[in-house]
């Protein structure tokens, strides 16, 4: 019987996760899947809704209403929400802010790990996000946790040419990365954390195909 394969990455904001899963899953031919899009395109749609974040029962509406949806187009993963490919405007100063927030409340972390399940049950993935080995796929064939120090995180976030940053926002940068750390890791549900089992996998002074090498060798032990 043919078993599919689940590769689950966790990790910080900015250590790595989305260009090593996106690189590993296409050579390895397997769907990827960047989970923390989800989260960023629910806080999209909500402030596109002109919803305050702390108007909980309209919020859980908005995301129990929303269609999520990936598609492949040319090897490259798109998301699609209530039809519209919200992919390329995802990733801003004011959704880097706001997402944690979203990202803590339960009624929308159970629909958006429903969709992630559905997505990984029939095919072989490439997950990453911040609760994939604990949460959404703990029974995944490998579980890479990425690190990093801030210091680099920010740097790289810093030099990710489709945010459109200046120089003189590293320190808003690296502040910003030390909250969504501290909210991350202690939120009440789903907090990021090392799943039991992963492989941890320090980037600092790694480049990208050393990462993908190691993560490679684990996957054929």
């Known amino acids: ?26 050579k390895l031919d397997y769907l990827f899947l960047d989970t923390g899009l989800m989260y960023r395109a629910a806080t999209k749609i909500i402030s596109d809704h002109n919803l ?36 390329d405007s995802l990733k801003t100063i004011q959704i880097d802010r706001n997402v944690s ?17 559905t997505i990984a049950s029939n095919v072989n993935i490439v997950m990453v996000g911040r609760d994939i080995g604990s949460i959404v796929l703990p029974n995944a064939n490998l579980k890479i946790y990425l690190d990093a120090s801030v210091e680099v995180r920010a740097k790289r976030r810093l030099n990710d040419k489709k945010q459109n940053f200046s120089p003189n926002d590293f320190d808003i940068i690296k502040h910003d990365l ?32 050393e990462v993908i090498e190691s993560i490679l060798k684990e996957l054929k032990n």
């Open 178 to 209: 030390i909250q969504r750390d501290k909210t991350d890791s202690t939120r009440e549900h789903s907090p990021l954390m090392i799943p039991k089992g992963s492989i941890v996998i320090d980037t600092s002074d790694l480049n990208i195909s």
């Open 101 to 117: 927030t979203i990202s803590k409340i339960p009624e929308v972390r159970n629909i958006l790990v429903s969709h992630q399940r």
């Open 1 to 26: 019987m043919f078993t599919k394969i689940q590769i689950a990455i966790d990790g910080p904001a900015a250590s790595g996760k989305s260009v090593v899963g996106h690189l590993l899953s296409k």
């Open 52 to 87: 305050l974040l702390d108007d909980l029962e309209n919020i859980k509406l908005l995301i129990k209403e929303s269609t999520f949806e990936l598609v492949d187009h040319s090897g490259h993963p798109r998301l699609l929400v209530n039809s519209k490919d919200l992919t």
